[in-house]
C-alpha cells in the first residue's frame, strides 16, 4: 500500500487550485461560456473543462501513469483505467447547475479508489473556502484557506426523529419522494452538490441522504471522494440492502437506492427505503 498521507501532502493543493479557477469564473459570469452536453448528462462550462484540465495535468505531474489511472467526469473514459489497482476519480465541478444558477452550492471532488474502494478524498467547496478531506484508518478533516484543521464527526443523533434529512433541489423522483414521506425526521434542507451534503453529514450539520436512481444514476466520480470522508467521520454509505459500492468498474453508473447516514440508524432507513420502494411497485 503507498503511503496515502503523502499522497495526500500532494493531492491538498490541487484541490485548493481547482477551486481557485471555479471561484474566478463564479465571479466573471461574463466570461463563462455553457453548452448541453445531451441526454441524461447536462450542462458543462468552460469553469468545468478548466478545472479538469488543471486538476488532470497536476496529478499526473506529481503521479504519473505507471500505478495510477484516471478516470474524470469531463475527460473521455478510457478501459485501461480497467487494469490499475489505482484510480483517481474525479468531478471537476460536482453541482455545474447550482453553478450556473449561482446558489454558491458547488464543490470539487478528488478521490482515489485502491480495488474499487475509496481509500482518500477531497471536497473542497470555493464559496465557502472550505476543504473536506478525509484518508482511510486516519480520519476526517476540514481545512480552511490558512491551513488551519479540524477534525470532523457525524452527529451523535440516534433516533430518526432527530435527524436531518439533506436532499436535492434538482434531482428528485417520485420513488424518493415516497421514502421521504415514511421516513420520521426533524428537518429537510436542500443542499446542492453531493460534495456538499456528504460534507454536511460528515460534520454533524445533517444527518441522512438518500438517492433512488431513475433514468439515469449517480457516478463514480459523486461518491468516491464524498463516500470516504463520510465513513472516515464515523458515518455510512451502502445501497439499500447494505451492499457497499464498488468504483471503477465496466459500469460507472451507481444504480439502485443509496443510503447515507450518520451510521446510527443506518439499517433502519435502509429498510424504510426498501419497503417503500417494494409498496410503489405493487
Known amino acids: 500500500m503507498l503511503n496515502l498521507n503523502e499522497i ?22 461574463q466570461d463563462l461560456e455553457i453548452r448541453f452536453k445531451g441526454g441524461e448528462e447536462g450542462n458543462v462550462t468552460s469553469a468545468d473543462l478548466a478545472a479538469n484540465d488543471f486538476i488532470l495535468s497536476q496529478l499526473k505531474q506529481a503521479f504519473g501513469t505507471d500505478n495510477f489511472a484516471y478516470l474524470s467526469e469531463e475527460t473521455e473514459d478510457n478501459s485501461d483505467r480497467l487494469a490499475h489497482e489505482w484510480v483517481w476519480i474525479i468531478d471537476p465541478m460536482d453541482g455545474t447547475s447550482d453553478f450556473i444558477r449561482r446558489t454558491n452550492e458547488f464543490a470539487v471532488h478528488i478521490g482515489l479508489a485502491y480495488r474499487q474502494r475509496p481509500v482518500l478524498g477531497l471536497v473542497a467547496t470555493p464559496v465557502q473556502e472550505r476543504l473536506f478531506q478525509g484518508i482511510l484508518g486516519n480520519g476526517a478533516y476540514i481545512e480552511t484557506r490558512d491551513g488551519g484543521q479540524q477534525s470532523i464527526q457525524v452527529s451523535g443523533k440516534t433516533k430518526l426523529e432527530q435527524m436531518v434529512v439533506v436532499a436535492s433541489r434538482s434531482h428528485r423522483n417520485h420513488q424518493l419522494e415516497s421514502i421521504l414521506q415514511k421516513l420520521p425526521k426533524a428537518a429537510e434542507i436542500a443542499v446542492g452538490s453531493i460534495g456538499g451534503k456528504f460534507a454536511a453529514i460528515a460534520s454533524g450539520k445533517a444527518d441522512v441522504y438518500i438517492s433512488v436512481s431513475g433514468k439515469s444514476a449517480p457516478k463514480d466520480w459523486d461518491y468516491c471522494a464524498p463516500e470516504i470522508i463520510l465513513t472516515e467521520a464515523g458515518g455510512q454509505l451502502t445501497h439499500s440492502d447494505l451492499s457497499l459500492l464498488s468504483y471503477n468498474n465496466l459500469e460507472l453508473r451507481q444504480w439502485g437506492t443509496i443510503v447515507a447516514s450518520n451510521g446510527h440508524c443506518h439499517h433502519q432507513i435502509c429498510q424504510i427505503s426498501k419497503d417503500a420502494i417494494a409498496s410503489n411497485k405493487k
Open 8 to 29: 495526500m501532502l500532494l493531492a491538498r493543493p490541487i484541490a485548493w487550485g481547482a477551486s481557485d479557477i471555479l471561484m474566478k469564473y463564479y465571479q466573471e459570469p
